[in-house]
């Protein structure tokens, strides 16, 4: 890409970077306020509980919970045990965490663009540039950040379509257990 494109896309992607991590340096009570929905705020509860040893529960590991992504609930247990149940601070490492995956997704679009738009010249820009805007835009940035298991799967589903996209590319060849999995 031109050196015009990738000033563009480096600051969409800091815009980005910005406006989600900004959210971890805040205060505990703007923090809290700032990206979990109400359902999120049950799945934080339910996986510090359970790094508390309180099992998949809310209500102060009073009430057990109806279910779960675990997906998702793991990671943020893994997190929260990580800083002995600390709730200021697991939220704080889950905010970085999920800015991490947002990071993985937006690598993917990139990659995903290059092998869809390859061989043209305007391939690499255009991946580029919508990486960088998924990544800055303010629908992703909400869904990818909301303490649910939303930027969790839609980075597995493009790991997939990409994997879909390199064997389509193979031809019509069975794909081995190992692809499968």
């Known amino acids: 890409p031109s050196r015009g494109v990738a000033v ?15 959210t971890a340096a805040m205060p505990a009570h703007e923090m809290f306020r ?15 509980n359970i790094a ?3 099992g998949m529960s809310s209500a102060a590991g009073t009430q057990p919970t109806n279910g779960v992504q675990p997906l998702a609930t793991g990671l943020q247990a893994l997190c929260f045990w990580m800083v002995a149940g600390e709730r200021e601070s697991g939220v704080r490492l889950l905010l970085v965490l999920y800015t991490a995956v947002a990071a993985v997704a937006a690598l993917l679009i990139h990659r ?4 869809l738009l390859s061989p043209s010249e305007a391939a690499p ?8 805007a998924w990544f800055a835009s303010p629908v992703a940035l909400f869904h990818s950040m909301n303490m649910l298991e939303s930027g969790l799967y839609a980075a597995v589903a493009l790991a997939v379509v990409l994997l879909f996209a390199r064997g389509h590319a193979q031809g019509p060849v069975p794909w081995p257990w190992r692809r499968c999995l």
Do not use: C, H, K, Q
């Open 8 to 22: 563009f896309a480096g600051a969409l992607a800091a815009i980005g970077l910005f406006a989600r991590l900004r």
């Open 34 to 48: 700032s990206f979990p929905s109400e359902d999120g705020y049950l799945m934080l509860t339910v996986a510090r």
């Open 52 to 54: 508390l040893g309180n």
């Open 112 to 115: 995903l663009g290059l092998r």
């Open 125 to 132: 820009a255009a991946a580029l540039l919508a990486a960088a």
